[in-house]
Structures are given as C-alpha cells and as structure tokens.
C-alpha cells in the first residue's frame, strides 16, 4: 500500500486540494419541477445517511464520544487494514511470458499501487463519487445536501451522497442492507478510518476494492478487460468512462451499451469540468476520442487447459487452494505456447493416421521434455479438452512394455558387472512364482543363445532383460526408476523388466530425458517458479 501522494498532471488541478465546485441553485418554475419523479430515488439513497448523522450528531451532544464508543463498541476495529491483503488473481504463463490463464475466486483482482494509476482517472473517480475527499474527514454532510441538489438539477445522479471512505468502509466491513443503524455504523467506521490511515492509502485501497462489472474488482484489471491497458495508461477519455462505471457496473458496461456508457462518460467529464478539474476544450476533446474496447476477461478459457490444469494441481497440493485462487501469484511455466500448438495439432493428426490404418483408438496424450533442462516444453492431455478433460499425460497409467528395458540395462551398467559388450544369455529359464513356474518368452518364441547386452537391447530380447532383473535385483531397478523421477507404485515382480508395472506418459518421458542428456539428472520434468 502506497502512502506517496498521486503526482498530477501540472496542467490541471490536483484532486489533492481541490477547488471548493461551485454548486448551481436549482431553477424555479410555476409548474412541477422536472426532476420531480426523481427526488423519490435520490432520497431514498440520500435520506438513510442524512438520518445516520443527524443521529450521529445527536448521539455526540447526549452522551459525548465515550458513550458513542460505548454504543459501537462490537464495530470491526479498521485498524485491521494494516495488515489487510485483498484477494487477488493468480496467473499462469509460458516460458516466454505469454498468458496462459488467469486463476480467481469470486473477485477477479489485480492489486496496483496508487502511483501506478493514472491522475486522470483518479480526478474522474474523485469528481463523480466525492469531489471534497480531501477535504472532509470521513463523513461530509454538507456534501450530501450539495449531491442532492445538483442531482435534482440534473435530473440523474452526477454526484454520490456517501464519502469514498464510507464506501470502502461499506464494501469492506458492512452488508448491503439498507438501515439507519448500518448508515451510522459506516460513519462511525469512515471517522475512525480517516484517523488512522492517509488520504491516499483509502484511495489506494478504494480504488483496488471497487467493484466495475463483469467479476472485475480494482482498477488494474479493469483497466485491461474494459481498455487492453495498464491503469495508469488511460486517458481522460477511458478513465471518465470507467469512472462512471462504479454507479452500476452492468448497466453502464460499455460491453453491454456502449451508447449508454458514451452517455454516463459526458457526465463524468461534464462533471470534472464543472468543479474546475479539467477545461471544455479538454471535455469536448475526450468524447470525441475513439475508444478501443478489450474484452470481458473473467471468464475467458485457457490457452493450454490440460497444461494450467496440472499446474493448479500442483500449486494446491503445496500451497493449497485458498492461495491459488485468492493469493496473486504470478506463475511462469517451461511450456513453449508455439510448441505446445504443434503438439496438439501432432496428436490430432496422429490419432487420425491410426484410425485410417483400421486401429481403434479415440484418445492419446504427447510429453515433449528437454533434456538439457528436463524442462517439459509441451503436454497434451487428449485429443479434445472439451469432450474429455482427462489428463492422460499425467494422469493415465499405462504399462510401458519394453518401453521399461532401458531401465533394467541402466541398473546393469551402474553396478560395474556390466557393459554393453558384455554378454547375456538368450535361452530358455524359468523362476519359481507363487505355487508355480513363470517361463517368459521372446516375442518369436526363439532364442539366440549368448549375445551382447548391445545386441540384446537393439532387438528387444525379452529373456536378457529378465535374467539381467534377476542378476542385480528387482529392488535395485526399482531404486534406479525411482531416481530417474518414477513415482508410481511398483512391485518387486519377475517380469517387471518386460514392463509389467503402471506408468505415466509424464513419468517415462522424464526418465528418457535423462538418458538423452547423458545421465544428467535434474530437476523435476513439470518446472515452474
């Protein structure tokens, strides 16, 4: 949180201190007033906080401030905000930067600074939602009058009766109901936040809270969903558009009605105008700016589904899910978004090769890893995200057949009784299993009799690789699979070296890796920071 004061552009006025805007009497006529039908809405939003400070008033002059402490003393102490971080989205990225999917709870929220917005939108903000913020301390009775009537003389509602702080103090700490006793509340809660914190941190924390559409909360990501902008790149002509959102985000939505926000931006810079803060030529020079809109971005899908899927996974099985969803982490993935395309469209087109070949098969899944980094640069989980979300790539256990071999000739070789030129015996053997034999066979039912370990692994000799199993031990291969990265469960069986266990496409792909990159073994395939 931010307690610099927001530096203002040195040809318009600083909202800091303010000119007192002047307020234009209502006319008269002999006839109804046009605003008539009017004056029920606003004073319905006027009337409640008029009654909570007289009531206000009334209680200070009975009972003094200790018996006004007495009668809120179960109210929030605000002093609370100091420590007080908002929920906010957490992003996932690829490894150049590029966003992949936004993460969130109910509030989609980027948290920004107050130097890192632009003064022309705080002005907008300040000029149709509490033009004296600098200059009441919390509450602002005669402001609510001064609302009252330039919104009867406008016929629609240009100014807010409630503070900027008693809005936060509302959105923070208070329900939505409409009573006296919940306008007092809020008074009393916005006098002691003005007591304990800065001008420019409630506005800080006003402009980050604030709701503006569409499950959009703060400035920050509202600036990119409405404009495709930073907040403190906007100009007066977007800022009073979404400055004039706060009122009723939906209705005012320029995704929803763009004339209609056209309408509610001329109020605000009318508005801004009017109080001194900006010149008509600046005014007439906003409306006629083109606005570039973005789009709504709550809601819109990964780039990369099968890939965020795993990575929130993994994220909620060490931080867990409120951190995910509310703590605003920034999350940059090893997936190359160019890579991952291509192997997205290699796994549709392989898929479809095999069909045509008369094999069935409606699914596969792809790993590619680096192995120089063991960094995993695409994975694709299935053919079509939409009509399955499984991950097969991590998430289907397939056993890899004499896929697992390497594993069994890598156990070999550490244990320095072997080489590749050793020889292996290829004839027939059997071992005890259970209450009988089990007698394993070479694909061709043949047997090659003494060939070299080289020779053995080339042609996939299943005999070599289960006498070799045996000779330096099942637990051993396992231990060696374990320190390739496998973690799945694995029994200790005679035929596991021909593959009779569950693996992962995710799991064989970092073990190979390893053996691309010259027995290099690095860190874990999935990589992010």
Request: glycine share 8%; with cysteine.
């Amino acid at each position: 949180m931010s307690s610099n004061t927001a530096r203002s552009n040195p040809a318009k006025p600083n909202p800091a201190k303010p000119r007192k805007p002047p307020v234009k009497k209502p006319k008269s006529s002999g006839g109804t007033h046009p605003a008539l039908e009017y004056i029920q809405s606003v004073a319905q939003v006027s009337a409640g906080t008029i009654l909570g400070i007289t009531m206000l008033a009334s209680s200070i002059a009975a009972g003094g401030l200790v018996g006004l402490a007495l009668s809120f003393r179960n109210l929030p102490d605000v002093r609370v905000l100091r420590n007080y971080i908002p929920s906010e989205t957490s992003y996932i990225y690829d490894i150049s930067g590029t966003l992949l999917d936004s993460i969130h709870d109910e509030a989609n929220r980027e948290v920004v600074d107050l130097n890192g917005i632009s003064p022309d939108l705080k002005r907008a903000v300040l000029a149709i939602e509490d033009s004296y913020f600098f200059s009441h301390h919390g509450i602002n009775p005669s402001g609510i009058g001064r609302a009252l009537l330039a919104n009867l003389e406008e016929g629609q509602t240009v100014e807010g009766g409630s503070t900027i702080t008693m809005q936060l103090v509302k959105n923070l700490f208070l329900t939505p109901e409409r009573s006296i006793s919940r306008k007092v509340a809020e008074a009393v809660l916005s006098l002691r936040l003005e007591q304990v914190f800065t001008k420019d941190q409630i506005m800080e924390m006003y402009l980050n809270q604030v709701y503006w559409g569409h499950n959009t909360y703060g400035v920050q990501t509202a600036s990119k969903s409405y404009f495709n902008k930073q907040a403190s790149e906007l100009n007066l002509a977007e800022a009073a558009m979404m400055a004039g959102l706060i009122q009723a985000p939906e209705v005012y939505s320029p995704f929803v009605n763009y004339q209609k926000a056209k309408e509610r931006q001329a109020i605000v810079l009318e508005r801004m105008r009017t109080i001194g803060w900006v010149t008509a030529e600046e005014v007439a020079k906003a409306k006629e700016t083109p606005i570039a809109l973005g789009e709504i971005t709550s809601f819109r899908q990964s780039q990369a589904p099968y890939i965020t899927d795993a990575v929130v996974q993994e994220l909620t099985s060490r931080f867990g899910q409120e951190a995910v969803l509310q703590g605003g982490m920034r999350v940059q993935t090893t997936i190359d978004l160019d890579l991952q395309r291509k192997a997205e469209e290699t796994v549709r087109e392989g898929l479809a090769s095999i069909q045509r070949q008369g094999i069935y098969a409606d699914q596969m899944s792809l790993v590619a890893v680096d192995p120089r980094t063991h960094f995993v640069k695409a994975m694709v989980g299935g053919v079509d995200y939409t009509k399955s979300q499984y991950n097969r790539a991590v998430q289907a256990l397939r056993q890899p057949g004499s896929a697992f071999k390497p594993f069994v000739y890598y156990a070999a070789f550490a244990s320095g009784n072997y080489a590749p030129d050793s020889t292996v015996m290829d004839t027939p053997v059997s071992y005890p299993d259970g209450d009988g034999y089990y007698t394993p066979q070479n694909y061709d039912g043949g047997f090659y009799g003494a060939m070299s370990i080289r020779q053995a692994l080339a042609q996939s000799r299943n005999i070599p690789a289960i006498r070799l199993g045996q000779d330096v031990g099942i637990n051993r291969v396992i231990e060696v699979c374990r320190t390739l990265g496998i973690k799945s469960p694995m029994e200790p069986v005679t035929s596991l070296p021909l593959g009779s266990v569950d693996l992962t496409p995710f799991e064989m792909a970092g073990a190979y890796a390893t053996f691309a990159s010259g027995g290099c073994i690095l860190s874990r395939p999935l990589s992010f920071r």
